[in-house]
């Protein structure tokens, strides 16, 4: 089993490198990806922009330490923020990653995934429709090997008065178009929507439409190293997923599940 996302207190987790990687090891993962935040708006849960070249120099000297017990990854989770695609780009390719994990953490200056007020005040629907908007827009900009959580809209469990399916089936074709991988985040499930992003449903179009598919436990800390993997992969297996992708130097490869 493979973790992609994981995050240590280089950015909002409370655990480190170390710490993360013999969590992992215990519980009897093979591969880890360290994914610490990179945001190119002023936010305190993300890596310092000056604290980027020693956290890329922990995670090489701990892939190149003998010792180390398991495979470990480069990874990052960028924000995805319109207008900014080109610094984001720059910043992506200057540094040695496996992968680049992108988000949507931002409806324009809202952070919604942290900043729960405003939820009461505004039209959930346009929510929803700006939210996959801006997924669908993340995926076509090129910028990332692998899309996250792709329907955190709905962690606070606030949901729009219409059918989510026919969204799930455009997102997944314009995944297919835009060859990006989709991760499995099974943090949803401590949230209050209780579930997996992506949802079942949602999953079950990425599947029909064969977009690949990583998994990720956003670990913010140790103990939630590979949570609920087993009942994940249960749950793919159940949908017809016989295979995930794990990365090498941005270029991906199959490993089964079955
Ligand atoms: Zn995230
Ligand atoms: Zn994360």
Redesign the pocket.
């Known amino acids: 089993m493979i973790d992609y ?1 994981m ?1 240590t207190y280089f950015s909002d987790g409370k655990n480190s490198h170390q710490e993360m990687l013999t969590s992992a090891a215990y519980k009897g993962l093979s591969e880890i990806g360290f ?1 610490d ?1 990179i945001c190119l708006k002023p936010v305190g849960w993300a890596t310092k922009l000056e604290a980027i070249p020693a956290m890329r120099n922990r995670i090489i000297s701990i892939k190149e330490d003998e010792s180390t017990p398991i495979s470990v990854k480069f990874g990052a ?1 960028v924000d995805y923020i319109p207008g900014l695609t080109k610094e984001i780009g720059a910043l992506i390719t200057s540094l040695p990653l496996d992968y680049c994990i992108g ?1 949507v953490h931002f409806i324009d200056d809202w952070n919604f995934d942290t900043d729960i007020t405003p939820y009461d005040g505004i039209d959930i629907d346009a929510f929803y429709n700006r939210y996959f908007a801006l997924v669908e827009e993340s995926a076509k900009s090129g910028l990332f090997d692998i899309i ?1 959580h792709a329907d955190l809209a709905k962690k606070f469990a606030y949901y729009p008065s219409f059918d989510l399916n026919p969204y799930y089936e455009h997102a997944a074709k314009v995944f297919k178009e835009a060859d990006v991988v989709v991760e499995v985040n099974t943090s949803g499930r401590i949230k209050p929507c209780k579930e997996f992003y992506p949802s079942a449903q949602f999953v079950n179009a990425l599947v029909k439409h064969r977009v690949p598919l990583t998994l990720g436990s ?1 670990a913010h800390v140790e103990q939630n190293v590979g949570q609920f993997f087993a009942d994940a992969i249960n749950e793919l297996r159940a949908l017809g997923v016989k295979e995930l992708v794990r990365f090498t130097n941005r270029k991906r490869e199959f490993y089964r599940i079955d």
């Open positions: 996302h995050h994914s935040h989770e988000s996250g956003d």
